[in-house]
Nanobody
Framework: QVQLVESGGGLVQAGGSLRLSCAASGRTFRSWPMGWFRQAPGKEREFVAR????????YYADSVKGRFTASSDNAEKTVYLQMNSLKPEDMAIYYC??????????????WGQGTQVTVSS
């Protein structure tokens, strides 16, 4: 199983930027892309973005396209999510997980603790 530690969240004003990190250890599932997800209070966890470890190919949810950029550092076993032009609706706890398509792969392990992103208007 993979162990995931997300970091980099914080409080930012609308229009600001944050860079999230997700460090993976254990069985890192590097044959699968790594996805970013978020969960706002009272809402389901939703897909945000994914990035390939090997090709750096990316894919984004429409809600973040053009504002967020996912990247990976294969040597450091870490993926990043650069978030620009943040909006109040981006406020959520952000998580990472290996994905198949836009869904976490079954049996990857447990979600990390996530990292809180708070956007003030």
């Amino acid at each position: 199983q993979v162990q995931l530690v997300e970091s980099g969240g914080g409080l930012v004003q609308a229009g600001g930027s944050l860079r999230l990190s997700c460090a993976a250890s254990g069985r890192t599932f590097r044959s699968w892309p790594m996805g970013w997800f978020r969960q706002a209070p009272g809402k389901e966890r939703e897909f945000v973005a994914r990035v390939s470890w090997t090709t750096s190919n990316t894919y984004y949810a429409d809600s973040v396209k053009g504002r967020f950029t996912a990247s990976s550092d294969n040597a450091e076993k870490t993926v990043y999510l650069q978030m620009n032009s943040l909006k109040p609706e981006d406020m959520a706890i952000y998580y990472c997980a290996p994905v198949f398509g836009n869904r976490p792969i079954q049996g990857f392990g447990s979600w990390g603790q996530g990292t809180q992103v708070t956007v003030s208007s």
